[in-house]
């Protein structure tokens, strides 16, 4: 069965600092999607990054890159430069069903990030 | 702003009850999904449809009901609540399945006392 794993709960980064939020994940779908998400306190979903199965190269939006190591099974965030209003939960997401209208997205656990002044 | 809105923002209601949450998807976007965040089962997808047509079904409790409309909107039933239906219920919307990001309206706030 599909899952993701977010083994740390909660982490503290010191600001301007790069930060690593982890995640691993389990399919036996050869097509899938990988997605990363942060949930602020105020509570909204913001979508941040994403990386198909099939894309050579890392995904990277901004300050925000996907390490994407497809033979580990991890597709973990990197934030450059960390900030004060990256203070947030952070969600690793992974689309199951393939390039079909048909799919679903299951979300791991989540890691709270709060950055140190 | 994500351009998916949802109605009500919160709902207090009581066990037993039944209640409709609302939302309008982007402009554009075909795709509807529902999802249930609370704090012991984290965030889970409950269903998806896709130009009217369900498509998609994952953790969706059978007192749950869900339809989207021909000018796509959707609406998620929720009946027979319970003390555990307690939970913050968002509404994504994508342009084509999930190929593409998902984007989230700001959530609906369920307690049900």
């Known amino acids: 069965a599909q899952k993701i794993t977010q083994t740390q709960p909660g982490m503290f980064v010191q600001e301007k600092e790069a930060v690593t939020l982890d995640c691993t994940y389990d399919t036996s779908d050869q097509s899938y999607g990988l997605f990363w998400y942060k949930q602020p306190s105020s509570g909204e979903m913001i979508f941040l990054i994403y990386?198909?199965?099939?894309?050579?190269q890392n995904a990277t939006e901004g300050r925000y890159s996907l390490n994407f190591q497809k033979a580990r099974k991890s597709a973990n965030l990197v934030i450059s430069a960390s900030q004060l209003g990256d203070s947030a939960m952070y969600f690793c997401a992974m689309r199951e069903g393939g390039y079909s209208s048909a799919s679903k997205i299951i979300f791991g656990s989540g890691t709270r990030l709060s950055i140190r002044p | 702003d994500s351009g998916v809105t949802q109605t009500p923002k919160h709902l207090i209601t009581a066990t037993g009850q039944r209640v409709t949450l609302r939302c309008s998807p982007r402009?554009?976007?075909?795709?509807v999904y529902w999802y249930q965040q609370s704090l012991d089962q984290g965030l889970q997808f409950l269903i998806q449809y896709y130009n009217g047509e369900e498509r998609a079904k994952g953790n969706i409790l059978e007192r749950f009901s869900a339809q989207q409309f021909p000018d796509l909107h959707s609406e998620l039933n929720l009946s027979s609540l319970e003390l555990g239906d307690s939970a913050l219920y968002f509404c994504?919307?994508?342009?084509?399945?999930?190929?593409?990001?998902?984007?989230f309206g700001p959530g609906t706030r369920l307690t049900v006392l």
């Open positions: 990386q198909g199965s099939y894309d050579e």
């Open positions: 402009s554009g976007d075909l795709s």
């Open positions: 994504a919307s994508s342009a084509r399945g999930s190929i593409h990001e998902q984007f």
